[in-house]
């Protein structure tokens, strides 16, 4: 079909008489439902989990009728928590506040001790090709000793304490870091490398500029692994090297009180506080890199 003067005079006049008529469509961010979305899938999880946990407990007491040492229920458990946390009753002396501060402050002084050192032999592992096949043979070695084979070591150095705690966490999870750093490094490709040097990139500039951005995903998710580890080890290290104070240290002192319920409260916040570290925190930092290197969208 042709299209003569007068048509095109027509089309001009209709679309100059719909000036600013014209929808706008507004592209939103879908942070707020994707958010909506994981907390209602989370209140889900934890739903689960309280549902057996209920069901489990009712079992041991009442079906199985044990009725010497009960198995503490989410109610009683609960309850105490809120006692700890804003009645002011005490556990061995101290307020919860101070154990969680105890715990807290010697997995923030081991985890970062833990990831200077991963991040500096992982980036030298994984950038010299010379040196990794070397270097990962003491790193897979010391991967292989669980946690509390740290002990005897520890004793030996520190001795009883909160600084033999912190070495053992130090020890797990600088390991975890380095292994995930210099795997993360060592995944880019070796055209990219080329590429870059082709270009007159030297070695910082290739560092900098092409290496570190291309694995800083990989870097967040081997730190946030290690955090899991050290949180992990932490709580373990506290109950057999008498640090005095701490929620591991409670757990093993109210077991062996018998305060069961007293037990299972500082295990909720164990749990809560590692769902924040790594959920939450560990988590946006995630998206947040990825949505700045171009792998995700709605941040």
């Known amino acids: 079909m042709l299209f003569n003067g007068d048509d095109d005079a027509r089309i001009a006049k ?3 008489s719909r000036k600013g008529q014209d929808p706008v469509i507004t592209i939103g961010s879908d942070r707020p439902a994707a958010l909506m979305r994981t907390a209602l899938t989370f209140a889900l999880g934890l739903f689960i989990v309280l549902l057996v946990w209920q069901l489990f407990a009712w079992a041991y007491n009442d079906v199985l009728d044990r009725a010497v040492l009960r198995f503490p229920a989410p109610l ?18 101290y307020s919860i506040y101070d154990h969680i501060m105890a ?3 010697r997995w923030m002084v081991a985890f970062a001790l833990a990831t200077v050192v991963g991040l500096g032999m992982g980036a030298v592992l994984g950038y010299s090709t ?3 096949p070397i270097g990962i043979v003491p790193v897979s070695v010391f991967q292989m000793i669980p946690g509390l084979a740290w002990l005897p070591i520890a004793l030996l150095l520190f ?12 020890a797990v999870s600088s390991v975890v870091i380095t292994i995930g750093v210099a795997g993360g490094i060592r995944r880019v490709p070796p055209v990219v490398v080329r590429a870059a040097r082709m270009m007159g990139a030297d070695d910082l500039t290739l560092f900098r500029k092409v290496l570190l951005p291309y694995v800083t995903v990989d870097i967040i998710n081997a730190l946030r692994v290690g955090m899991g580890s ?3 080890v932490l709580i373990a290290a506290e109950m057999v090297v008498g640090t005095g104070i701490g ?11 018998l305060n069961y319920v007293g037990s299972f409260a500082c295990i909720v916040i164990i749990c809560i506080i590692g769902l924040l570290l790594d959920k939450v925190l560990f988590a946006e930092i995630e998206k947040y890199a990825r949505h700045r290197l171009g792998m995700e969208e709605g941040y």
């Open 247 to 257: 929620l591991g240290y409670a757990i093993t002192m109210t077991k062996d009180l």
């Open 14 to 16: 209709h679309l100059g």
């Open 159 to 170: 001795g009883l304490g909160s600084n033999a705690a912190v070495f053992i966490i130090f």
């Open 130 to 132: 010379a040196l990794f």
């Open 103 to 105: 715990s807290l402050g």
């Open 230 to 232: 050290a949180w992990r």
């Open 76 to 93: 009683e458990t609960f309850s105490m928590l809120w006692d700890f946390l804003f009645e002011g009753r005490t556990l061995l002396g």
